[in-house]
């Protein structure tokens, strides 16, 4: 869990990071990035939650 949430500070620093770069420089490359790496964070989240949610649902009792 720790390393998900290093990845999560990570993902964010980038995303500001492109978003400041985009700011200052006016290409749109930058936005772009922020954008991709956004995405693909949320995508990677959710499946991850999707799968504590299963675990949760699918605990066969003994």
């Known amino acids: 869990m720790l390393i ?11 995303v500001i990071g492109g978003i400041v770069a ?3 420089t006016g290409e749109s490359r930058f936005i772009r990035f922020a954008w991709r790496v956004f995405r693909y964070a ?4 959710l499946l991850i ?6 675990e ?7």
């Not at 949320?42 to 989240?45: D, G, K, N, Q, Y």
């Open 4 to 14: 998900l949430r290093l990845l999560a500070v990570v993902v964010v620093i980038a």
């Open 22 to 24: 985009y700011l200052f």
């Open 42 to 45: 949320l995508i990677v989240a």
């Open 49 to 54: 939650f999707a799968l504590m949610v299963l």
């Open 56 to 62: 949760r649902v699918a605990v066969i009792p003994l």
